[in-house]
């Protein structure tokens, strides 16, 4: 029963640790996921804000110049929101300016067709229809009339991971000389700019890192718990093994390794009451050595101590596998014969007595081979009987009797 309930506790201990362990797998993988989303994000910002101060500082550098000219070649057209967008120089060639607008718009062009990043021009009002904003820029440009800084989303198009960015246009200097006929003042809000490039490398890449990440874990975890599971399998076996030395400490006395008084008294009760409820017999031996103080006083406590140990020894090989035997205290013994009648227990009796006394173990410890001898008293159940202290009194009495009769002989009642 207690092994069982050991295993069951090791086992709810297994169970426990691997819960708590992938509780913690879990924990730590939406942490770890949730913390690269932040990084993704927080650098997709990053790259958005300077692709849009790039986009800025060569608007500037363009609106500082008053437009940049090119030559007018095949397929190049002149801006139709300009008014005379186009010189000729003294030898005829055509050269059609090239506005903050339309470069940041060609250079978006370019831009996607090389697969880099795209950038739209947008505004609440705008002059040309193909700097109309859509939502996500139209309700950008309200919050930055607000006083909001930047505006940003992911999103997915056709299975792939997309990052826009959105930063205000202001009016400056060099601006109010083609928008302030359009009612703009110095650092009004005229529109923004926004910025689209690709996320699905880097997300890829965190694929694989989450991948990565998922199979060391479980390989750590499978590590964690077999080392666990290794090491509580040894834990237990330790445990059972302590459990059982403490067991048979508790019931075991430590010089002859035969029961204990209080474990002897208890098998005793035990087979008291089954001899009661099942109306069988119960016999006990009370059992003492003759003189042992002597051999104390004449050899010495070690010696008296093996004497108690080869007598121990000689009882236990006298009895049968289903006596029960004890040390019931100093030099006296105690021993229960189960389904036993009188006749059978005085006859145990005096075969005990004989043993000790010829034991050539016992003579060789003392000097001159002085034999030891024992004075046995017996008893068995009573139908009147209620208790085993009346069993036990009785079989002291018988004990007592030996003694004061001479010693080395056996009393029965």
Known sequence: ????????????????????????????????????????????????????????????????????YVKK???????????????????????????PALMTREISEYSEKEGLFSFHMTSLKPLNPINAPDE????????????????????????RAYFRYMGPLFVEEE????????????????GGISITFSLQDVKNIQRKNTIVIIMLAIISTSIILGLTGLFTIRLMRQVSQARRKIEKMAITDELTGLFNRRHIIARFEEEFERAKRLSTSVCCIMLDLDNFKQ???????????????????????????????????????????????????????????????ESKAIKSLLTHGNAVSVSLGTTCIRESDRHIDELLKRADDCLYQAKVSGKDRVKCS
């Not at 070649?73 to 506005?99: C, E, F, H, M, R």
């Open 136 to 159: 996500f820029e139209r309700d950008a440009l309200k919050n930055f009339e607000k006083g909001t800084k930047e505006a940003y989303e992911s999103f997915e198009k056709k299975s």
């Open 73 to 99: 070649a095949p397929g190049v057209q002149s801006n139709p929101y300009l008014d005379n967008p186009d010189i000729t120089a003294i030898d005829g060639t055509v050269y059609t300016k090239k506005n």
């Open 295 to 357: 051999i104390n006083d004449t050899y010495g406590h070690l010696i008296g101590d093996d004497v108690l140990r080869e007598t121990a020894r000689l009882l236990q090989e006298s009895i049968r596998t289903y006596d029960v035997i004890g040390r019931y205290g100093g030099e006296e013994f105690l021993i229960i014969f189960p389904d036993t009648g009188p006749e059978e227990t005085r006859l145990f009796a005096e075969r005990i007595r004989a043993v000790i006394k």
């Open 175 to 190: 601006c109010l000389q083609c928008h302030a006929k359009h009612g703009y003042k110095l650092g009004d809000i005229r």
């Open 1 to 68: 029963m207690e092994k069982a309930r050991e295993k069951e506790i090791f086992k709810t201990f297994i169970i426990s640790l691997a819960i708590t362990l992938l509780a913690c797998l879990a924990a730590t993988f939406v942490i770890v996921s949730i913390t690269n989303n932040r990084l993704i994000e927080e650098q997709a910002r990053t790259q958005g804000r300077t692709h849009f101060k790039s986009i800025v500082m060569t608007r500037k550098w363009n609106a500082r110049h008053g437009g940049v």
